[in-house]
């Protein structure tokens, strides 16, 4: 199906943030054709964009999408209570369906808030059956999802080589292609040892998989650069705590960031490192982390980037100030690019990818919009969400998702978090 989207406020991010007023978009075949003012519709389907914003569709570069259906359980907590809440009590009780109903409403979450991409960071694989519930959930939502497989345990006891081989040649088997991809979540070396970090490393790189860790404080960096483990396919989630060298060694060796701004600040991880890592030119995208504790949209964590960030340059005198247009760059193609993804999303340019959000900017909260980057930031929210599309197809429309039994979903999410939060009780 042909696609074209009518007289939008476009923001495209590629080669940097700009707004074209009266611009249309054309999606052929799931990609996008062309942009540009007074496009030929012949054939397409027409969705009139006037006065609303048209912007790529966002990028979230770290989430365990596993954990929907505990939304809000550790508000309050600190990192540690928050483990041993959520990992230590929860986890344990969820059975492969639980899994499924979670990952589903996690995804669908992402979707309706316009979040087209999300990287799961999956640390639920109990057995193989939740490992399958999980990637069948996340193929059935519709969003573009990387699947990122973590051993069922941080002990080095815990891996195991061939249920890893086993999920990427059943789930997998073309490699990188569909819209769930594959990519592997490392326990170590900062939860693990170096040394199955060493094995891990070597696995996920022979299977073609990028590779993302959870990462803090002075050591984990030097670890794998003593190993020869870094390079342009590792992520370091958070990295707060970084001393100047570990930033230079993961800017030598092209590897990424991601940064969670609203958990960090929530659980105490220390504060967040965005202006750092980008001052270091290290490629960052942002990520929700777990809606266990902080909002799922990811409106909620531009803002808190963007507060967190300007805090520090103007308290401390870190990185340089911050601008809304900086963040809105995170959110999506430096997200697209810390994912190793940039080639094909996180930017309105012809030949990628249709990921494409527009926002009502005729509500309260969002109107008049008379600087759209700035108010995508600092002021929309879900409910400007209208539409939402992922390479090509329309998942969202009139503000209301389609394409996913959302009832159905919703029940299923309802019953699962209660016998959780019961059996954990």
Do not use: C
């Amino acid at each position: 199906m042909n696609l074209l989207i009518r007289n939008g406020i476009v923001i495209d991010t590629d080669p940097d943030v700009h707004v074209r007023r009266g611009t249309d978009i054309l999606i052929t075949d799931g990609v996008i054709g062309a942009i540009g003012p007074d496009l030929p519709a012949a054939g397409a389907e027409v969705i009139d964009a006037t006065g609303q914003i048209v912007l790529p569709g966002f990028v979230d570069t770290h989430r365990h999408v596993w954990q929907s259906v505990l939304r809000s359980v550790s508000a309050d907590a600190a990192l540690g209570d928050y483990l041993a809440l959520v990992l230590g009590r929860l986890a344990p009780a969820f059975r492969p369906e639980d899994v499924y109903t979670a990952n589903l409403w996690g995804a669908v979450e992402a979707l309706n808030a316009g979040i087209t991409t999300v990287y799961d960071w999956s640390h639920i694989q109990l057995t193989p059956g939740h490992t399958d519930a999980a990637v069948e959930a996340l193929r059935d939502s519709g969003a573009r999802v990387v699947f990122a497989y973590a051993h069922p345990g941080a002990d080095d006891a815990s891996r195991n080589e061939a249920e890893v081989r086993r999920v990427v040649a059943r789930h997998f088997p073309s490699g990188d292609s569909g819209l769930v991809t594959p990519a592997f979540a490392a326990w170590g070396p900062v939860y693990g040892s170096v040394e199955a970090a060493e094995a891990d490393w070597r696995l996920a790189r022979e299977l073609g998989l990028r590779i993302s860790l959870h990462a803090t404080g002075e050591e984990p960096v030097e670890r794998l650069h003593a190993a020869g483990l870094l390079g342009p396919d590792v992520m370091f989630v958070h990295a707060n705590g970084f001393p100047d060298r570990s930033m230079k060694m993961v800017a030598d060796s092209g590897g990424t960031a991601s940064v969670a701004p609203a958990v960090e600040s929530q659980m105490g991880h220390g504060s967040p490192e965005t202006g750092r890592l980008r001052g270091f030119g290290i490629p960052t995208g942002l990520g929700v982390d777990t809606v266990a504790g902080v909002p799922g949209d990811m409106f909620a964590v531009m803002r808190a980037a963007l507060a967190s960030a300007r805090l520090r340059h103007f308290g401390e005198g870190i990185g340089a100030l911050p601008t809304a247009a900086d963040i809105l760059r995170m959110a999506t193609i430096e997200g697209a690019t810390a994912l190793g993804m940039a080639d094909r999303i996180g930017s309105l340019r012809p030949g990628k990818r249709a990921d494409v959000v527009m926002l009502d900017t005729g509500l309260p909260n969002l109107a008049p919009p008379h600087d759209p980057v700035g108010a995508v930031v600092t002021a929309a929210d879900v409910s400007n969400v209208d539409t939402v599309i992922v390479g090509g197809e329309v998942v969202k429309r009139a503000g209301r998702l389609v394409g996913v039994d959302l009832p159905r979903a919703l029940d299923l999410a309802r019953r699962s978090g209660e016998r959780l939060l019961g059996t954990a009780g």
